[in-house]
């Protein structure tokens, strides 16, 4: 079965300093995987996705992610936070042929000034 | 392109009392999916609908029930409303067109259960 682990609730980080946001799967075939974002009292907005092309997904607003199958790892980084990154983030995981999507419990970006 | 609408955005009901919760996915999308989120439990999936065809559930009580219409237009419904309920329940499309498809989530209703 298909699962999401994100590591941390909450994560706090300085203006101009780096941003990562770590998510693990477990899936037995070789999943699809996304990170959204959420501001609040918004749905959820699509940053990037993993689909077996190149391992290091370039994403919207200066955000990567890497996937690394070994680590069953897909970690969300941006080199130099910004103010307006403060939202709530999902790492979600898809498998071919499975019509659903399953969510982490997100983690809360907080960007100190 | 307009977005994914939902309708109402704001809703209270009391317990025991039933609510319908409606979706307007993209033009052209036809894949239609509900979730439902709490600060308890985060994003939990309900279930995903195609060419007005539940093609997956989630794990919820049969409360909880939807139907899509042939211009993809999707609704839930939701019965005997308990207090835990309460939840902000978003609607997301898709294309369908192959493996790794985007959704496209709407702003959400928010329900309250008193």
């Known amino acids: 079965a298909q699962s999401v682990t994100q590591l941390g609730s909450h994560v706090s980080v300085s203006e101009g300093a780096l941003v990562l946001l770590r998510c693990n799967y477990s899936?037995?075939?070789?999943?699809?995987l996304f990170w959204y974002v959420q501001y609040p009292n918004q749905g959820l907005q699509l940053l990037l996705k993993y689909t077996s092309a190149a391992t290091l997904v370039k994403g919207i607003n200066g955000f990567e992610a890497e996937f690394k199958k070994s680590e069953t790892s897909f970690h969300l980084t941006k080199p130099s936070a910004h103010m307006s990154d403060a939202a709530e983030y999902f790492c979600a995981v898809s498998e071919v042929g499975g019509f659903k999507t399953i969510f982490g419990a997100g983690t809360r970006l907080f960007v100190k000034a | 392109k307009a977005g994914v609408t939902q309708t109402p955005r704001y809703l209270i009901k009391t317990r025991g009392q039933q609510v319908t919760l409606s979706c307007s996915p993209i033009?052209?999308?036809?894949?239609v999916s509900w979730y439902q989120q709490t600060p308890g439990q985060g994003l939990q999936f309900l279930f995903e609908?195609?060419?007005?065809?539940?093609?997956n559930k989630g794990n919820f009580p049969g409360r909880f029930s939807g139907r899509q219409f042939s211009n993809s237009r999707s609704e839930m419904n939701v019965s005997t409303l308990e207090l835990g309920d309460s939840a902000l329940y978003l609607c997301?499309?898709?294309?369908?067109?192959?493996?790794?498809?985007?959704?496209?989530f709407g702003p959400g209703t928010r329900l309250l259960v008193l």
């Open positions: 609908y195609f060419s007005e065809t539940q093609r």
């Open positions: 033009s052209g999308h036809r894949s």
């Open positions: 899936s037995s075939v070789p999943p699809y």
């Open positions: 997301a499309s898709s294309l369908d067109e192959g493996p790794g498809e985007t959704q496209y």
